[in-house]
């Protein structure tokens, strides 16, 4: 009984250190997306959205973040601020990195974004690693993020299946996919451990497969695709 207790005890702890590290698990099936179709990232970005933070907390909060996502270059923080009557807005960019702010002093709600161009998974989960750091996800703030990747097949069809095939592998519930001159667009619900309403429940995952001079590409986004593609 003892045994069953403390087997109990652990799974229990397992996952609450799982459930409180929520910075980790939003990112946690864009991974999932990449290595099961055997992609090449190229863009990654972040979206933080806060509620109720005053101007100079906001502020702080952009240049550790700034600082953060620019140690990955070794570059330092030198950002351009712009002060308007209910907005201020907050930009720094360099050669792969794009770190924009915006609050609007009026509603109190800001967010930051960062872009990066980068080459590997592995760059992608060291950004994530220090951006954790200073993300801590409450009532208060929001992240949303998506990656970018090059798909190998030129065929939409290919595409298509092998991405219904990695969300299937993942247990992944409600795929719906819909055909546009551009390409496909898809959402999907990851099985991903988070408590909604008392129970485990699924995050959102949006993609699309698009056509550009380049080549094809897949962007896919958690729980949203926030930026234009």
């Given at each position: 009984?003892?045994?069953?207790?403390?087997?109990?005890?652990?799974?229990?702890?397992?996952?609450?250190f799982i459930l409180n590290d929520k910075?980790?698990?939003?990112?946690?099936?864009?991974?999932?997306?990449?290595?099961?179709?055997?992609?090449?990232?190229?863009?990654?970005?972040?979206?933080?959205?806060?509620?109720?933070?005053?101007?100079?907390?906001?502020?702080?909060?952009?240049?550790?973040?700034?600082e953060e996502a620019l140690s990955v270059?070794?570059?330092?923080?030198?950002?351009?601020?712009?002060?308007?009557?209910?907005?201020?807005?907050?930009?720094?960019?360099?050669?792969?990195?794009?770190?924009?702010?915006?609050?609007?002093?009026?509603?109190?709600?800001?967010?930051?974004?960062?872009?990066?161009?980068?080459?590997?998974?592995?760059?992608?989960?060291?950004?994530?690693?220090?951006?954790?750091?200073?993300?801590?996800?409450?009532?208060?703030?929001?992240?949303?993020?998506?990656?970018?990747?090059?798909?190998?097949?030129?065929?939409?069809?290919?595409?298509?299946?092998?991405?219904?095939?990695?969300?299937?592998?993942?247990?992944?519930?409600?795929?719906?996919?819909?055909?546009?001159?551009?390409?496909?667009?898809?959402?999907?619900?990851?099985?991903?451990?988070?408590?909604?309403?008392?129970?485990l429940g699924y995050e959102d995952i949006?993609?699309?497969?698009?056509?550009?001079?380049?080549?094809?590409?897949?962007?896919?986004?958690?729980?949203?695709?926030?930026?234009?593609?």
């Amino acid at each position: 009984m003892k045994k069953v207790a403390c087997l109990m005890l652990i799974c229990i702890l397992n996952l609450s250190f799982i459930l409180n590290d929520k910075f980790y698990i939003k990112e946690d099936f864009i991974n999932k997306f990449i290595h099961g179709l055997d992609l090449s990232i190229e863009e990654y970005g972040i979206r933080i959205e806060l509620e109720g933070m005053s101007e100079k907390d906001f502020i702080d909060f952009y240049i550790d973040i700034c600082e953060e996502a620019l140690s990955v270059k070794g570059i330092e923080s030198n950002f351009n601020i712009e002060y308007g009557k209910n907005i201020t807005t907050l930009t720094q960019m360099e050669e792969d990195i794009k770190i924009s702010g915006l609050m609007n002093n009026k509603s109190k709600n800001s967010y930051v974004e960062l872009k990066f161009n980068i080459k590997s998974i592995e760059e992608k989960d060291k950004i994530d690693e220090l951006l954790k750091k200073e993300v801590k996800l409450d009532d208060s703030k929001r992240v949303y993020k998506y990656a970018k990747a090059k798909l190998p097949e030129e065929e939409l069809e290919k595409n298509v299946l092998n991405i219904k095939n990695t969300l299937k592998n993942e247990n992944s519930k409600d795929i719906d996919i819909v055909y546009s001159e551009a390409g496909v667009l898809g959402t999907a619900l990851a099985r991903s451990p988070y408590i909604k309403n008392g129970f485990l429940g699924y995050e959102d995952i949006n993609f699309a497969v698009m056509n550009y001079d380049s080549g094809v590409y897949l962007i896919v986004g958690t729980p949203i695709i926030y930026s234009s593609y």
